[in-house]
């Protein structure tokens, strides 16, 4: 029974190796020559080619965005903060008197700080050649400045050039713009879109008909907008304007908005 037994182990250790060695010669084979669709598959997914789209549109600007500042200064808070309201008073009047809407006029922000000056003892080191040098010193405050800045819309861009002009008479600190855009630019943009796609799609087809390659679905998509505005600043209109001097002309020009955009195919 013993002589039986090992004869059983030994015939099924030999079936067991041979299975292991079908097993192993079976896997390496698979790694070195592929092994059916899901393999091909695989690879498939690692031969892919990207080709980028450009497109753009351009529109002529139908509003123009104003930025003006008051500040002014004064010995108490209370007294400064007066003055600027006197100002933004008189602006906003102005305003409304030219058909700009409440809605688009923003304070984007307001602030009173402390004015500081440097006050400095009787030295009581001897002066000399080069001077007397400061003993004590110290900052005292000697007023406040209360400033408040608007954003304004102005939906007439014939009328910035007057808007402007007036704003800059009234006494406002500083006045930058007009910033021309677009109010609803999303048809524009999608527009944009559509050309950079197309672009991309027949940059595809004629590099897959150079290549001799065929193309097959799209495995990946980006976008990439962009808006280039065309920006004025007219600082200088706030300091000495004239009312009674007709207002500058400001040319609109045009505004791009465009897209770029990346597709990827899987390559068949």
């Known amino acids: 029974m013993m002589d039986l037994s090992q004869e059983l182990k030994a015939k099924l250790y030999r079936v067991l190796k041979v299975v292991l060695i079908v097993f192993v010669a079976f896997f390496l084979a698979k790694s070195l020559f592929g092994g059916g669709r899901g393999w091909d598959k695989d690879k498939d997914t690692e031969h892919t080619i990207s080709f980028n789209g450009h497109g753009e549109v351009n529109a002529v600007p139908d509003i123009a965005n104003v930025y003006f500042t008051i500040s002014k200064d004064a010995e108490t808070v209370k007294e400064a903060q007066a003055m600027v309201t006197e100002v933004e008073k008189k602006s906003l009047d ?54 408040e800045s608007i954003t304004i819309k102005v939906r007439n861009t014939d009328d910035v050039g007057k808007i402007m002009q007036g704003l800059g008479a009234l006494g406002v600190s500083d006045l930058s713009g007009p910033n021309f855009a677009i109010d609803k630019e999303d048809s524009l943009k999608a527009e944009a879109r559509r050309q950079a796609i ?39 209109m706030s300091e000495g304007t004239d009312i009674s001097t007709p207002p500058a002309e400001l040319p609109k020009g045009e505004n791009t908005i465009s897209a770029e955009v990346t597709i990827t195919y899987e390559l068949e």
Not at 200 to 221: N, P, S
């Open 198 to 236: 197309v672009d991309a799609k027949m940059k595809a087809k004629t590099l897959a008909r150079d290549l001799g390659v065929r193309l097959g679905d799209i495995v990946a998509f980006s976008e990439v907008g962009n808006y280039y505005p065309m920006p004025m600043y007219a600082k200088s």
């Open 94 to 147: 102005f305003l409304r008197e030219n058909n700009v809407l409440d809605k688009d006029i923003k304070t984007s922000y307001a602030s009173f700080y402390p004015k500081y000056e440097s006050v400095y003892e009787k030295s009581l080191v001897p002066c000399s050649q080069y001077g007397c040098p400061p003993n004590g010193g110290k900052s005292v405050i000697v007023g406040y400045t209360a400033s």
